[in-house]
Antibody
């Protein structure tokens, strides 16, 4: 069974950092890209970024709203992707989701999400 | 960035009746490989999003066949042939052709 489990959310002060994890199972993690999304309270969905598989250099793309502050990485030995969030702002408050991605099967499985609250 | 515009933003439907959601993009979603990366997601209250449709019209396994996707270029539609109670929630279109990927505002379906 395919599963993606996000963790690492919590309450953090503006300007501080937080790292989220996305632990995956039930599929060959190393052959898929991983994408992160977020949803602010009561708002719509927003794409945050994506990291390609190692065969494509494990390079990443980001939304303009997080570029330069957020970094996505992956550890294929642990079937885990990470979202390092620096210089957090109150507007980064949201539930963060991760999904697996391939051109042939994009965003087919989502985790349950982890809530990040940025507040003083 | 590609702007995705959904309409209507709210839809009240009688059980058993059809529903239709429009999604328009500010530029063509046809990628250089000839494929169109337009997805539809459903988000039921209190749940994570769920993919319903990808590449315009490919329905996910487990998604009832009353859901269908159509369209091309910049104009896309999600149709529900006969709305059931379990269909309540918010529906989003999302393009995966151009960086950054972008969503429509969401359409809230009510019974």
């Amino acid at each position: 069974e395919v599963q993606l489990v996000e963790s690492g959310g919590g309450l953090v002060q503006p300007g501080r950092s937080l790292r989220l994890s996305c632990l995956s199972s039930g599929f060959p993690f190393d052959v898929y890209a991983v994408s992160w999304f977020r949803q602010a309270p009561g708002k719509g969905l927003e794409w945050v970024g994506l990291i390609r598989r190692k065969a494509y250099g494990a390079t990443a793309e980001y939304a303009a709203s997080v570029k330069g502050r957020f970094t996505i990485s992956r550890d294929d030995t642990k079937s885990t992707a990470y979202l390092q969030m620096n210089s957090l702002k109150t507007e980064d408050t949201a539930v963060y989701y991760c999904t697996k991605y391939s051109d042939n099967d994009p965003f087919d499985f989502w985790g349950q999400g982890t809530l990040v609250t940025v507040s003083s | 960035d590609v702007v995705m515009t959904q309409s209507p933003l709210s839809l009240s439907v009688t059980l058993g009746q059809p529903a239709s959601i429009s999604c328009r993009s500010s530029q063509s979603l046809v990628y250089s490989d000839g494929r169109t990366y337009l997805n539809w997601f459903q988000q039921r209250p209190g749940q994570s999003p769920r993919r319903l449709i990808y590449e315009v019209s490919k329905r996910d396994s487990g998604v009832p066949d009353r859901f269908s996707g159509s369209g091309s270029g910049t104009d896309f539609t999600l149709k529900i042939s006969r709305v059931e109670a379990e269909d309540i929630g918010v529906y989003y279109c999302m393009q995966g052709t151009h960086w950054p990927f972008t969503f429509g505002q969401g359409t809230r379906l009510e019974i």
